[in-house]
């Protein structure tokens, strides 16, 4: 499966974002993530990179990503902290609460398929729709836990209201740009439960290149200890 330069940027700013928020929400003990829709464990593996107290689930549909997952970790010097399951996160029976929640969700729903269902499960909404995928996030979130999402810059509005809807609140907004003259086509989100009080959401953008076609100083401060040559 192929490896997305925003889906990298994610995972290396919710792996800066990890560890400034276990220590507070759980002392020193050791915090669990949930991955949802891990794919090839792209996100797990980079969170684990930076975070040596965190340990994982990564759930995953399809067969043939978990597999490939299953072999990233194992490959990996963290294998002993992150668990593969291919499964469907809504038929898991055990009701565990996590630290943190992260999931990068298939990007689009009512819009053109793929003729390969694969494709499908990958980049749309066939099988775990967003209004399914907060639900489980309440239900599995713990009381001081934050979640994180990727999410298209086009669905901005219609997320802000589910959020509303499901009394989430949003503490940061990271708005992504391919560059200082293109426009906004990815969101980062850092959210929680919603507290009972009104707080304000920080909002940030980085582009990927300058106007010089170089990568951009907020990128490469991101992604520094992920790519061999920045």
């Known amino acids: 499966m192929k490896v997305t330069t925003d889906a990298c940027l994610f995972g290396a700013w919710v792996a800066g974002e990890a560890g400034s928020l276990i220590p507070m929400a759980i002392g020193t003990a050791a915090g669990s993530v949930l991955d949802v829709g891990s794919g090839t464990g792209l996100l797990s593996l980079m969170l684990a990179q930076k975070n040596p107290t965190l340990s994982f689930d990564s759930i995953e549909i399809d067969k043939e990503a978990a597999n490939q997952a299953t072999e990233n970790v194992k490959t990996s010097p963290w294998k002993e902290r992150i668990k593969v399951i291919n499964a469907d996160v809504r038929s898991l029976t055990v009701q565990k609460k996590y630290d943190l929640i992260i999931s990068n969700p298939p990007f689009y729903e009512k819009e053109l398929r793929s003729a390969q269902d694969v494709k499908n499960i990958a980049h749309h909404s066939e099988e775990l729709k967003m209004d399914e995928l907060l639900t489980i996030i309440k239900n599995r979130l713990t009381a001081n836990g934050n979640f994180f999402l990727l999410l298209p810059y086009k669905r901005n509005e219609e997320i802000k209201k589910l959020f ?25 989100l850092r959210c ?39």
Not at 166 to 187: G, P
Not at 193 to 210: M, R
Request: no cysteine; aromatic share 14%; glycine share 4%.
């Open 192 to 230: 929680e439960l919603h507290p009972g009080e009104n707080k304000e959401t920080s909002v940030d953008e980085i582009p990927i290149w300058d106007d010089n076609k170089q990568y951009t100083t907020g990128f490469v401060k991101l992604l520094k200890d992920y790519y061999l040559y920045l």
């Open 164 to 188: 509303k809807d499901s009394a989430f609140h949003i503490i940061k907004m990271i708005l992504l740009r391919q560059s200082t003259k293109h426009d906004y086509f990815r969101i980062m």
